[in-house]
């Protein structure tokens, strides 16, 4: 979840504004949509790599692996993937903001057509910089999948089957998606910059969370954990991790024991989230991919809801 602030005034890691959502003629409809002309546009296959969630794609004709992070505001790929897909890169003095803060930026790169699962999108310029090592030789990852290529879509998650689904759907607060019940929904709210938030509650207190599937843990604040009642004689007894996020820098992590988190009609016991300061100003919580685990999860901007089940 990064953000490059010079190109754009940004909130957060590397989202940009979001597309309206629109369907088009002649695209497959599935059963149950058609009330809010929903259009099934593609089924892209998860996989599951140390809970980040990749999906395929492919680069100017070059298949490689990406995250997927409603977390940031734009796609951004790795120096490593514009090298070896010989892309027209523009190196620039920008700046991205994540977890660990500013941090230098790689500048731009064209691109002449991106696919994703049949869906073509051309003439595009991505964001360069350097990402926490999520795959491996054998698969490497070429980078992050933000809210500009996203953010088209209302995106359902099955992370029982393992697939990701993209639907355009035009402006429906009634829109109620397949499968689902109007109870499983509750309210999402779209920021500017694409950014998606809900209300949770931890331990009965209400925070404000960032929908950010880059995320693999959830994590709090010290602000908020420190309102909780956890101490920092709390957090010493807590273990301590270290990870990482966009750019070289890493961040160290308390693992901390919940009693009870709940997002909407949804409630986990004893939920392990991790607390770290979060230089992102009006994010009490990042709401991973942990939260994701087998679930299955329908993001629609377009009704301004997330559907659970």
């Known amino acids: 979840m990064p953000v490059s602030i010079p ?25 149950g949509l058609a ?4 259009e099934w546009r593609a089924d892209l296959p998860i996989t ?37 897909l010989g892309l027209a890169w ?25 696919d994703l699962g049949g869906l073509e999108q051309g003439g595009r310029a ?17 980078g992050l999948l933000g809210a500009d290529v ?8 099955d992370l029982p089957r393992r697939v990701m689904a993209l639907y355009a759907v035009p402006y429906c607060p009634g829109f109620v998606p397949p499968g689902y019940a109007a109870a499983d929904g509750h309210d999402l ?40 009642g956890v101490t920092d004689d709390d957090l010493s007894r807590d273990p301590l991790v270290t990870g990482h996020g966009i750019g070289a820098g890493s961040v160290a992590f308390r693992r901390h024991r919940f009693d009870t988190v709940r997002v909407g009609g949804v409630t986990v016991q004893d939920m392990t989230v991790n607390i770290a300061p979060l ?21 629609s901007p377009a009704a301004g809801r997330l559907f659970q089940r």
């Open 48 to 84: 599951t790599l140390r809970n980040f969630l990749l999906v395929p794609a492919a680069l100017d004709g070059g298949k490689v692996m990406m995250v997927v992070d409603t977390g940031a505001e734009a796609t951004t790929i790795t120096p490593q993937t514009v090298e070896t």
């Open 126 to 142: 991505l964001d360069v910089g350097r990402l926490p090592l999520v795959g491996d030789d054998a698969q490497p990852v070429a």
């Open 189 to 228: 709210q779209r920021v500017g910059g694409g950014l998606l938030f809900v209300s949770a509650e931890i331990d009965g207190r209400s925070v404000r969370a960032l929908l950010d599937t880059g995320a693999r843990s959830s994590l709090v604040t010290q602000r908020v954990a420190a309102g909780l």
């Open 7 to 31: 190109r754009l005034t940004r909130p957060l890691a590397v989202l940009l504004a979001l597309v309206a959502l629109a369907g088009c003629a002649g695209a497959p409809v599935r059963p």
């Open 279 to 299: 230089p992102i100003a009006g994010v009490d919580m990042l709401l991973g991919a942990d939260w994701l685990t087998g679930h299955r999860v329908w993001i």
């Open 90 to 114: 523009s190196p620039s003095a920008t700046m991205l903001l994540g977890v660990g803060g500013q941090v230098p930026g790689g500048g731009t790169a064209k691109l002449r057509q991106m």
């Open 35 to 38: 009330a809010c002309k929903a």
């Open 150 to 157: 996203l953010g088209r879509y209302d995106i359902e998650l």
